[in-house]
Each structure stands twice: as C-alpha cells, then as structure tokens.
C-alpha cells in the first residue's frame, strides 16, 4: 500500500540536494503525534528476521514539475508530490491520520500545506515486471579493502547485486509474513539501453546525516515469484529502504 502527498510551494522554496533526513523526520513525528508506541518500536529497530531489522517502509524523492538545481541546493517552483509505501497497514494507517489531521508537510524549516492525499491502486503482480526507480536502489555489502572490512555499494554491473536483492527480499518477506515465501527465485537486470544513453551515468550519492550511500537511477526488469515481487514494490528494493532508497513504480508487466 503506498499514499501520494501532494503540497502547496507557495512562491517555491529551496531545499538542501540531501533532503533524505528530513524526510525521514517527517516521518517519524508523524508517527509519535498518532500513535507514539509504535513509532518508538519502528524507531528502535522495528521488525527483526535473522538477527536483523527491517522497517518495512520506503519513500520516494521529492517530485515537481519545476525544479532547478543550483550548486548544493535544489529550488521547488511547483507544486511538490511525494509517495510514502510500507507492506505495514499500522504505519501507513498512523502516518496518514497525523498527515491529514495536521494538514501540514515540515521539511526542514518549511511547512508546507497540504493539498492532497491520495492512496494509490496497487498493480497486479506477475513474474515479469519492469519497474522505474522514485529514489535511488542501494545494495550494500562488506568487502575487504586495505587489509580491513569496509563497506561496499553495488553498481549496476556488480555480479552478486542481483542474488544480494533477492535474499534481502526473502528476509523482508520473512519479516512480514512470518514465514519463508514458497517460491524463492528472483533476478533484476538495469536497462542497459538507458545506461548507455546515459553515458554510464545512473548513480547517486547521498549524503545521509554524514553517512554516503550510493545507489542506481535506472529502469529495471525482474523475473521471479510475484510475492518477491510485490514485497519489493511495497517495502523497497535494496537496502536502506526507510533512508529513502528503492522505491520504485511499474513500468510494464510482462505476461
């Protein structure tokens, strides 16, 4: 399940190119004004598979249809639309009841009111999908480097990006239905057309509270089971989904 806000600029506002933070806050104290309990449970972790957590949730970057980027700094002249998705009726349920209660989007100093709330109709999920990317897709693993672990971020050509996708995928599955999916088979290819006319140039760098994360801007095709699938759609494909990574929308579905 996912929601489309949609908010008034007035005569535009500016915005660091690093807004990920904000909108995470956002987020978050939507959460605590409806129900604080469960905001405090997702903050600390949220829902556990394998020794690891999950929050479950994704957003995509901030849309408008007149924008200009200037330096560190990007200008909204337009109204601006944001999605917000998690496989959790609860969190979506809370974050839309303080949203519409308040009436009110703050990013960073700006508040910023709101126009419209949508939730959006969810696809039908089959074994061959394309999809589009609302915020870059991020896969990161640990590699040594200088005789030292250090985090790695998958390109697009990575060899192990798509088997990486596809057992956090079967681990969010987990973490939602309890249960491990019947059918486990998933694999993800960029667009190499759209990579090529992009002269290679499809990642982005993302500073998160000082923390870089590089992920991939390019359309993507995916095989698999429909419910590996669908889980990506509803809780993002990749990792550091709740920082604003891997949330994407359907291009086509193959039959």
């Known amino acids: 399940m996912r929601i489309k806000i949609t908010c008034d600029t007035g005569t535009g ?5 690093n807004y990920n933070y904000f909108l995470t806050g956002a987020i978050y104290r939507f959460l605590k004004e409806s129900d604080p309990e469960y905001a405090h449970f997702l903050h600390q972790g949220g829902y556990e598979q394998e020794k690891r957590r999950f929050k479950l949730f994704t957003f995509s970057q901030l849309m408008a249809k007149e924008r200009e980027i200037r330096g560190d700094q990007i200008h909204f002249r ?3 639309t944001w999605c917000v998705s998690s496989s959790q009726e609860p969190f979506l349920e809370n974050f839309a009841a303080a ?14 009111r709101v126009q419209d709330v949508e939730v959006l109709r969810q696809p039908r999920f089959g074994p061959q999908m394309t999809f589009r990317c609302l915020s870059p897709i ?3 693993t640990v590699r040594e480097r200088a005789n030292k672990l250090d985090t790695h971020y998958c390109l697009p050509d990575d060899p192990q990006f798509s088997e ?3 057992q956090n995928l079967i681990r969010k599955y987990e973490a939602v239905y309890r249960q491990p999916p019947q059918e486990q088979s998933f694999a993800m290819t960029f667009d190499p057309a759209y990579i090529d006319k992009k002269g290679g140039r499809v990642t982005r760098l993302v500073d998160f509270k000082g923390t870089k994360i590089r992920g991939i801007l390019s359309p993507f095709h995916v095989i698999g089971a429909p419910e590996l699938i669908h889980v990506g759609y509803a809780c993002g494909f990749g990792d550091k989904n709740s920082m604003g990574f891997g949330m994407v929308e359907v291009v086509r579905k193959n039959i």
């Open 138 to 140: 991020t896969m990161s």
């Open 13 to 17: 506002i500016r915005l660091p190119i």
């Open 99 to 112: 949203l519409m209660q308040t009436g009110i989007l703050q990013i960073e100093h700006h508040r910023l």
């Open 78 to 80: 337009s109204p601006l």
């Open 164 to 166: 990486l996708v596809r």
